[in-house]
């Protein structure tokens, strides 16, 4: 275990009211004491109790730096499970550094990034996808994420999983007893009770793999892709949807060529919007890799919102439709019929048969005079199918967690394969321990110092 003191500014960089300094470690406390007087004497840190606040002035020497509010706590109680000192002075960006400089003269280090959670996890204030969610829940920008992020640092998925392991665990000490009495013939593990659990810890465990697709819409968003003819009204559309000036809008053909994304919350869903670069035939080289990037987030959008302009000849459209059709396989699609200000009641109604046989949600609206929009938002909302999220759901948004269920899941299949086939015992606990080993990979009881190193190299200093 590093014996270092350390500290880090853990409010936001920049000037504000209040920032707040952290100091873990030690000797967080005695060095603390050294540069705090109490404004009440008697009321020096060392023999103050943990979960003190303490007002006083922080001293370099004989020079006045600020008056300060001191947080204390001792270990093991404390975020870290170490001694712990919080300062809250005035949010100056000097006042902030010439604290951290006076810590640093005093003998205490700058902390790394996510170096505070991972001394939480190392003396084992929490497990490592709570630690995770720790960074999660610092990043969340929805109520989705916020609960799902909120539910892991609780334990409920780590909860799960040492329910799995300690399950498999306690079976595969009775497979391994057997082969201790091989010669005797004895069976110690009910092949039937096995077989039942292993089947019952390939659902649960499928479930968990399977809410990702849920969870990483949650969390990163959801991919949505603004395609269509030039000059069919996709960058007002963007503009309109995301509340500002993002992308160039222009009468002339070919405005956009290149990718343009930006995020939005609607009913607590995050949707990454993609406005492309219109489908055309084009000699200019630039548009034409334009177009093709086009394609590529086609491929990756979930939901694709297809901008039609309601003044093309129907025969324009059903052209373009032949190239965009192809790819709009497994994904919810949106016709937007734009710029249906511009038509009369009779022209818009002879227009309701373009692309019928597509199985897509179609809305009317004028990007330009904002007509229809709430609509269009509902369809999105409606598109995007995610299950209410309540505080308790488990739900995977974790891509490290995932590939690691994944292999859980494999092995435990070849547990139950290997029941059917009444295979040894000894291959059986392979087969168990492996499972065992790659539901524990996520929780932290089997890790190393590269995954760690992936995982808090990620986190903000100071957290």
């Known amino acids: 275990m590093n014996q270092d003191t350390i500290c880090a500014i853990s409010t936001p960089p920049g000037t504000g009211g209040v920032a707040i300094i952290r100091i873990s470690g030690p000797e967080a406390i005695p060095i603390s004491a050294s540069i705090f007087v109490p404004k009440v004497k008697g009321k020096e840190l060392l023999t103050q ?18 008056d300060v509010l001191v947080s204390l706590f001792r270990n093991p109680h404390s975020f870290t499970g170490e001694d712990t000192v919080e300062i809250a002075c005035h949010g100056s960006v000097y006042i902030q550094q010439q604290i951290l400089q006076l810590l640093i003269e005093k003998g205490v280090r700058t902390a790394l990034p996510g170096e505070f959670t991972q001394r939480a996890f190392l003396n084992g204030k929490m497990d490592l996808s709570q630690a995770e969610a720790v960074a999660d829940l610092i990043a969340s920008t929805s109520a989705g994420m916020h609960k799902l992020a909120l539910n892991q640092m609780r334990g409920g998925f780590s909860h799960e999983l040492n329910n799995l392991r300690a399950k498999l665990l306690d079976f595969t000490s009775l497979v391994e007893l057997e082969l201790d009495f091989s010669e005797e013939d004895v069976e110690f593990a009910n092949r039937a009770n096995l077989k039942q659990l292993a089947a019952g ?114 025969a324009q459209t059903e052209q373009l439709a032949k190239i965009i059709i192809p790819y709009l396989e497994g994904k919810q699609t949106i016709l937007v019929f734009n710029k249906s200000d511009l038509l009369n009641a009779e022209t818009l109604a002879a227009q309701k048969h373009l692309l019928a046989g597509l199985p897509a949600e179609r809305v009317y609206i004028s990007a330009k005079k904002q ?39 494999a092995a435990i299949l070849r547990v139950s394969a290997g029941l059917d086939q009444n295979i040894s015992g000894d291959f059986l606990s392979q087969d168990i321990r492996e499972c065992i080993h790659y539901l524990g990979e996520i929780i932290g009881h089997i890790s190393n110092d590269e995954i760690l ?5 990620r986190f903000c200093i100071g957290k």
């Open 201 to 314: 810890i390939e659902k649960l465990i499928k479930q968990l793999a399977g809410s990702f697709s849920i969870g990483n819409a949650v969390k990163n968003g959801i991919p949505v892709a603004i395609i269509g003819e030039t000059n069919a009204g996709k960058s007002t559309l963007l503009n309109l949807l995301v509340g500002e000036e993002k992308a160039i809008v222009s009468d002339i053909h070919g405005t956009t060529r290149d990718v343009i994304e930006d995020t939005i919350n609607l009913s607590g869903i995050t949707f990454r919007f993609i406005d492309t670069a219109g489908i055309r035939e084009t000699t200019d080289t630039i548009e034409n890799l334009g177009i093709e990037r086009t394609f590529g987030k086609l491929k990756q959008a979930s939901i694709v919102l297809w901008v039609i302009d309601l003044l093309n000849s129907t």
């Open 371 to 409: 007509e229809n929009t709430n609509q269009l938002k509902d369809q999105l909302i409606k598109a995007a199918a995610i299950p209410e999220i309540h505080q308790n759901d488990i739900i995977i948004t974790n891509i490290r967690h995932y590939e690691a269920l994944t292999k859980a899941h």
């Open 49 to 66: 109790k943990a979960y003190t606040l303490n007002y006083g002035s922080l001293y370099r020497g004989d020079e006045q730096i600020d």
């Open 453 to 457: 190193g992936n995982i808090f190299e």
